[in-house]
C-alpha cells in the first residue's frame, strides 16, 4: 500500500465517525450525552435503520450512501459551528493529569493493532471471496443486498455489516472494506470504555480495560461483524446506566434513550444474527433483577413495554425479505436424515491450556469470566461487610454492572457447554462466543469497579493488579497477531494455512485485473437482463447490473427457503484453489460437528441435482474449459 492509499484509509473513518455523530447527536442526542462515542453509535443505529428501508425498496445505490453520508457531515458541521466547545474529551482529559500520559498506552497499542489490520493483502478464501465480499458489492450496484435464496443473507447476516463496509468501498474500493470493523469499530470501542472511565470518574482504571480489550485475542476469521457488534453491545450497556439513573418523571432525555437501546438492539441482529442472543439474554436479566430488588419506576415500565417493540420495528426492514420467504415455504430442499451421533461429542475442558484452532486457549477465555465474577462477589462482599449504604446511583451501577458481566459469562457457557458438544466444533464456538465477552466483561468490570470508593482503595489495587496481569497474559499473542500481519499480511486465526505460501500466492492471484477480467467474460457467455446463477470463488467481480446474480454459497444451500435451479443460467467453477473437492465435502459429512456436516450433506445434493440435470438431459453446455462451466438448464 502506498503513501497516498494509507493517508486515505486514516482519514476515511475520521470523516465516517464524524458522519455518524452528526446523524446521532442532531436527531436523538442533542443533550442527552456529551460525550462522542454514544452519539457516534447512535447515529450508526439510525442509518443502519434507514439502510434497510433502502435495501427493501432497492434504493441503496453508492449515490444514496454517497447522500447519507455527505449529509451527516453536514449536520456535524453545523453542530460543531454552534457549539464550538462541546467535545468534553479532551477537556476532561486534560483535567486528570494522573491519566494524562497513561491515555498513550492504549492509543499506542490501537494504532499498532490499526496500522496491521488497515488493509490486509490475505482474506478468508472461502467466507469472505465466496459470500461477504458480495455482499456490499451487489448493494452498490442493485441497490439491495437480498436477491438471493441460495445465499447467507437472512441466515448468518441480515446485511447490516455489508451497509457499513458499502460506506467504505464506495469510495476506496474493495481494498478498502476491512476498515470499518477492525479500525473504525474497534477505535470506537477503545473511545468508549476511556469516556465511560473518565465519566465515572476512574479514569487511570478506564485506561487499564481499554488495554485489556486491545489485547484480548479476538480470533479474526473473517471480515464479518466482531467490533461492530462489540460495539452495539457495549453502548447499550452504556444507555442502560444512564435508563435506570434517578430520573422521577419521564421526559423526553428517557425516551431518547430508550430509542437508543432499541436502536443498538434492532442494530445487532441486522449486523449478524447470534447477536440476537445478547440482547434477549440482557433484556432478560434486567428483568429479573429489577423485579428481584423490587426497585419498580417508571422508567423500567417504559423500557421493559417499549424497547421489545421498538427493536423489533427499527429490524423490520432487515428481516423483511426474509420473512417473505418464511411465510411462503418454498424450497426445493427435503429434510435431511442422518445419524446425529456420527459425530464423537464430548465436554469440552473450560480450562484447557491447549492452544485453539483460531489463537488462544481456552482458559484465557474462561478466566476472563471468573474475573468478572471475581468482581461481582468482592463488590457485594465489601459493601454488605462495611454495612455500606448504597445510593440510587450506586444500585444502578451494581445492577448494570452484574447484568453485563452474567450476560457474557451465560452466552459463553450456553456456546461451548451445550452448543459445541452437538452443533460446532470447541474452536468454533469459542470464537462465536468472544464478541459477547469482549463486550461484556471489561465494561461490567469498569462500571462495578466505580463502587470502590477511596476508603476501598486497597480493593481497587487488587483490581487493578488482576487486570493488569491478565493483560500480560495476552500480551505474547498480541504480539503474534502483529508480527503476522507483517510476514504473511494478515491477522487470520487459522495461522498454519493462512501463512502458508499457497495461501498467500492464491490472495495475490485473485486481487489482480486478470482475474476480474476472467470473471466477466464468463458472465459474457450469458445473455444480458436474465438470470443466472453463480456458483464461484469470486463472485464479487460479476457486472450485477448486466445481469440478475443469484449467488451461491454453501451456507444458503441449507436454507429452509433455498430454491435450485433459480435460474436458466448458470456459472459453476469446478476446479481451483478454493473450490471444496467432492472428496473433501464426503470425509466433511462423516466426521464432521452437525452444522458443518448439515452443510456438506446438502452441498453435496446440490451437485448431485446438476448432475441429475445433466444425465436427464437438461442441460445444455455453452462453455466448458475444465475450469469453469457455463450452462443452460432445459425446461
Given at each position: 500500500m502506498n503513501f497516498s492509499d494509507l493517508i486515505y484509509f486514516f482519514i476515511s473513518p475520521i470523516l465516517f465517525g464524524c458522519s455518524?455523530?452528526?446523524?446521532?447527536?442532531?436527531?436523538?442526542?442533542?443533550?442527552?450525552?456529551k460525550y462522542i462515542s454514544v452519539n457516534i453509535v447512535i447515529g450508526m443505529g439510525i442509518t443502519l435503520f434507514f439502510g434497510g428501508i433502502l435495501n427493501v425498496f432497492n434504493l441503496a445505490y453508492q449515490s444514496t450512501i454517497d447522500i447519507i453520508f455527505l449529509f451527516g457531515l453536514v449536520l456535524f458541521i453545523v453542530k460543531i459551528y454552534k457549539s464550538r466547545n462541546y467535545f468534553h474529551l479532551p477537556k476532561l482529559i486534560n483535567n486528570e493529569n494522573k491519566s494524562y500520559f497513561l491515555t498513550l498506552l492504549p492509543i499506542t497499542l490501537l494504532i499498532i493493532s490499526i496500522i496491521s489490520s488497515i488493509n490486509p493483502d490475505s482474506y478468508n478464501y472461502h467466507d469472505d471471496y465466496q459470500k461477504y465480499f458480495v455482499h456490499p458489492v451487489k448493494m452498490l450496484e442493485t441497490g439491495s443486498v437480498f436477491g438471493s435464496t441460495l445465499s447467507a443473507i437472512g441466515r448468518e447476516t441480515f446485511g447490516g455489516q455489508a451497509f457499513f463496509q458499502s460506506f467504505y468501498i464506495s469510495w476506496l474500493g474493495l481494498k478498502a472494506i476491512n476498515i470499518f470493523d477492525s479500525v473504525f469499530c474497534l477505535s470506537v470501542c477503545i473511545l468508549l470504555i476511556l469516556e465511560q472511565g473518565i465519566k465515572q470518574r476512574t479514569p487511570i482504571f478506564g485506561i487499564l480495560v481499554s488495554c485489556l480489550l486491545i489485547l484480548i485475542h479476538p480470533q479474526v476469521v473473517n471480515i464479518s461483524s466482531l467490533y461492530s457488534g462489540i460495539l452495539f453491545m457495549s453502548t447499550s450497556i452504556v444507555l442502560m446506566l444512564e435508563l435506570f439513573r434517578d430520573r422521577p418523571v419521564l421526559n423526553f432525555s428517557l425516551i431518547k434513550i430508550i430509542l437508543g437501546i432499541s436502536f443498538c438492539f434492532a442494530s445487532l441482529i441486522s449486523?449478524?444474527?447470534?447477536?440476537?442472543?445478547?440482547?434477549?439474554?440482557?433484556?432478560?436479566?434486567?428483568?429479573?433483577?429489577?423485579?428481584?430488588?423490587?426497585?419498580?419506576?417508571?422508567?423500567?415500565?417504559?423500557?421493559?413495554?417499549?424497547?421489545?417493540?421498538?427493536?423489533?420495528?427499527?429490524?423490520?426492514p432487515w428481516v423483511f425479505f426474509s420473512l417473505q420467504h418464511y411465510?411462503?415455504?418454498?424450497?426445493?430442499?427435503?429434510?435431511?436424515?442422518?445419524?446425529?451421533?456420527?459425530?464423537?461429542?464430548?465436554?469440552?475442558?473450560?480450562f484447557s491450556i491447549?492452544?485453539?484452532?483460531?489463537?488462544?486457549?481456552?482458559?484465557?477465555?474462561?478466566?476472563?469470566?471468573?474475573?468478572?465474577?471475581?468482581?461481582?462477589?468482592?463488590s457485594i462482599y465489601s459493601f454488605k461487610k462495611q454495612n455500606f449504604d448504597f445510593q440510587k446511583v450506586t444500585k444502578v451501577s451494581l445492577l448494570i454492572g452484574t447484568t453485563s458481566v452474567i450476560s457474557g459469562v451465560i452466552i459463553y457457557l450456553f456456546l461451548i457447554l451445550l452448543l459445541n458438544p452437538i452443533y460446532h466444533a470447541i474452536s468454533t464456538s469459542t470464537r462465536y462466543s468472544i464478541p459477547f465477552l469482549v463486550a461484556t466483561i471489561p465494561l461490567g468490570i469498569l462500571i462495578l469497579y466505580s463502587l470502590f470508593t477511596f476508603d476501598l482503595r486497597y480493593l481497587r489495587f487488587i483490581v487493578c493488579t488482576v487486570i493488569i496481569t491478565f493483560s500480560l497474559t495476552f500480551f505474547p499473542q498480541y504480539?503474534?497477531?502483529?508480527?503476522?500481519?507483517?510476514?504473511?499480511?494478515?491477522?487470520?486465526?487459522?495461522?498454519?494455512?493462512?501463512?502458508?505460501?499457497?495461501?498467500?500466492?492464491?490472495?495475490?492471484?485473485?486481487?489482480?485485473?486478470?482475474?476480474?477480467?476472467?470473471?466477466?467474460?464468463?458472465?459474457?457467455?450469458?445473455?444480458?437482463?436474465?438470470?443466472?446463477?453463480?456458483?464461484?470463488?469470486?463472485p464479487f467481480f460479476l457486472?450485477?447490473?448486466?445481469?440478475?446474480?443469484?449467488?451461491?454459497?454453501?451456507?444458503?444451500?441449507?436454507?429452509?427457503?433455498?430454491?435450485?435451479?433459480s435460474a436458466e443460467y448458470m456459472i459453476l467453477e469446478r476446479k481451483g484453489f478454493a473450490t471444496r473437492s467432492l472428496k473433501d465435502l464426503q470425509h466433511t459429512a462423516k466426521t464432521a460437528p452437525l452444522y458443518d456436516r448439515k452443510v456438506a450433506i446438502r452441498t453435496i445434493q446440490h451437485i448431485k441435482k446438476i448432475r441429475d440435470l445433466y444425465n436427464a438431459g437438461k442441460i445444455r453446455f455453452i462453455k466448458d474449459d475444465g475450469e469453469v462451466l457455463i450452462f443452460k438448464i432445459l425446461k
Open positions: 455518524m455523530y452528526g446523524w446521532g447527536n442532531v436527531f436523538f442526542f442533542n443533550a442527552l450525552s449486523l449478524k444474527t447470534t447477536f440476537g442472543l445478547f440482547s434477549g439474554v440482557f433484556y432478560t436479566l434486567i428483568l429479573i433483577f429489577i423485579c428481584v430488588s423490587r426497585t419498580f419506576t417508571k422508567n423500567f415500565l417504559y423500557f421493559i413495554f417499549v424497547s421489545p417493540f421498538l427493536s423489533l420495528m427499527f429490524t423490520a411465510a411462503l415455504k418454498q424450497s426445493t430442499n427435503k429434510p435431511l436424515e442422518f445419524d446425529v451421533g456420527v459425530h464423537q461429542s464430548y465436554f469440552p475442558s473450560l491447549d492452544s485453539l484452532f483460531y489463537g488462544g486457549s481456552q482458559l484465557h477465555y474462561t478466566m476472563l469470566t471468573f474475573i468478572g465474577i471475581f468482581l461481582i462477589i468482592l504480539v503474534k497477531r502483529i508480527t503476522q500481519s507483517y510476514e504473511c499480511g494478515s491477522q487470520l486465526s487459522f495461522v498454519s494455512f493462512a501463512c502458508s505460501e499457497n495461501y498467500i500466492n492464491y490472495n495475490k492471484d485473485t486481487f489482480n485485473d486478470e482475474k476480474k477480467l476472467m470473471t466477466q467474460k464468463w458472465q459474457e457467455n450469458i445473455p444480458k437482463k436474465v438470470p443466472v446463477m453463480a456458483w464461484i470463488n469470486t457486472n450485477y447490473k448486466r445481469n440478475e446474480i443469484i449467488e451461491i454459497d454453501i451456507a444458503g444451500l441449507d436454507n429452509p427457503w433455498a430454491i435450485f435451479p
